[in-house]
């Protein structure tokens, strides 16, 4: 409510002019700041594509565990990679932090401003405490290892493009739009990565499939009104966001209940896969790979086995060789201690049904 309350409040300040100037005016400046980022770098075909960095961890002088929430998930994933001999340290890519500038491709102003209250970052990371740190420290431990993860979102986008795949092993911050944050997700990772993929990339067609236990509402938020993305989102419809007006705009929607078993899960996927495969014609995909769907997490509800989450991410990999088109994966929710091994072992075997390629090592 503060969030759209401010930015009604922007939009009352900002000079009057005819919607059409207002339109063209922002999509010019939208271009002029993808154009000029710095996100976007050329990496030597030596690395792979898996998108990492030791800033993606939070650190919060143990504020964190109040969270219910492992958070050097992402750390742990590669650790676990490279401890099976199946990724080589220095062949992983990392990214840029995403800037100001960056952000404003898709946030308002507005909404950015409002994250230099500790108070209003605490609410959108649901830890309580964060609102009694100052908001420099806030910044510095919290938002920059997310800016971080942003920042690989998006040059997952560009890999994706140029090697079929690619792996941002943090991301996937799918309550987040616009002008709100929310749900542990402070900024929208997704959001900016399709809008650098229309303006960098060529692309004009992206299927964003968020497999996640919770409804993505910011990029359904985001992209409300856009043809040229197409939603598939299977949730449990149980939980948080309950974002009804967000659901109006998934284009393929399953909605799940609490205590879905593995069989039925994915039995879902197999018709839901088809069927989306068969309404759009996508030139990119952004697989929003959460974990919460683990029988045992306690905020997805759900009775996935690990077994059925490798299996999940297989379908979606296959679905994307199948049909050509190039996928990004980003990580998402899902942050009980188990989460980062089951990850590490579906990488591994993408990995082995040559789904993706490593680098050619162990396997
Ligand atoms: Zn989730």
Redesign the pocket.
Known sequence: MAASASSAAAAAAAPRSSPENDSSAAKTARRNRVLSSKLYFDVPPTKVPVIYSSSYDIAFFGIEKLHPFDSSKWGRICQFLIADGVLVKNLIVEPMEASEEDLLVVHSKSYLDSLKSSLTVSIIMEVPPVSLLPNFLVQQKALSPFRKQVGGTIMAGKLAKERGWAINVGGGF?HCSADKGG?FCAYADISLCIHFAFIRLNISRVMIIDL???QGNGHERDFSNDGRVFILDMFNAGIYPHDYEARRYIDYKVEIVSGTTTNTYLKKLDKALEAAGNMFDAELLVYNA?T?ILDGDP??MLKISPDGVIQRDEKVFRFAKEKKIPIVMVT???YMKSSARVIADSIVNLSKKRLIDLGGSAL
């Open positions: 799918h749900g996640d236990a919770h959460g919460d905020l997805g998402s929710g899902g």
